[in-house]
């Protein structure tokens, strides 16, 4: 049995959460980190000394961390040769762009764009800084939309491990009130997207538990 430690609201988590519905596994998840805890305890810093969420074990294997670690070897494991070649040249090439999606647009997008929005009370917001770091992701959202102008999916026509990293976090981007630049291939992709029941079911949920609210900053900072 693989089991899965991290709440539904890591956007890791749900990458992690997604590729086993797609791969068509069978898992348990046991709510960890933020209000949960759990991540602070012996037991779990022993499994990942980071304390950070998700933590997957399968069977009698030894724990792993790191979400692109976890992706890999699941797909190694369980996928097809279409979602994760057996051949080096193939593979490469799809891993290439899974490594571009995790470091260009969901460390760009996450941190910089999402927290800022809702992990920051409405009145200590930065407009500014904001818009910058759109402009800064803007960039490489405009590399994806020329490459799925021509491809269905980020690393050619077919869904692969690389459609994981760069489509986990689209529906926080396409969801939050932010300005969007105009991006119809990946608008076309994010759509083809929410037509997948797994992306459904583990990506497309609700953040809300993660917003600050100005109540709650005034609350935060006491009398």
Not at 17 to 44: H, M
């Amino acid at each position: 049995m693989i089991t899965v430690w991290g709440r539904v609201s890591s956007s890791n988590v749900q990458a992690t959460l997604w590729c086993l519905a797609e791969l068509g596994l069978e898992f348990e998840r046991i709510d960890a980190g933020f209000v949960y805890g759990v991540t602070d305890t012996p037991a779990y810093l022993e499994m990942n000394p980071n304390g950070f969420v998700p933590t997957l074990v399968d069977g009698e294997n030894p724990p792993l961390f790191e979400t692109g670690a976890i992706l890999r070897y699941l797909a190694t494991a369980h996928g097809d040769d279409v979602f994760w070649p057996s051949g080096l040249v193939a593979r490469a090439q799809i891993d290439k762009w899974a490594e571009w999606a995790k470091i260009n647009i969901a460390l760009k997008f996450t941190a910089p764009v999402f927290w800022l929005v809702i992990r920051t009370a409405r009145s200590l917001q930065d407009p500014e800084q904001i818009a910058a770091n759109l402009d800064t992701l803007n960039k490489f959202l405009a590399i994806a939309d020329t490459r799925l102008a021509a491809n269905a999916f980020i690393a050619g026509q077919d869904f692969t491990l690389a459609d994981i990293q760069m489509g986990h976090c689209l529906f926080r981007y396409f969801d939050i009130d932010i300005p969007r630049a105009s991006f119809p291939h990946l608008q076309a992709y994010y759509e083809r997207l929410c037509a997948r029941p797994a992306y459904r079911r583990h990506v497309m949920v609700s953040y809300e538990e993660l917003r600050v609210t100005d109540q709650e900053a005034e609350g935060q900072a006491g009398p």
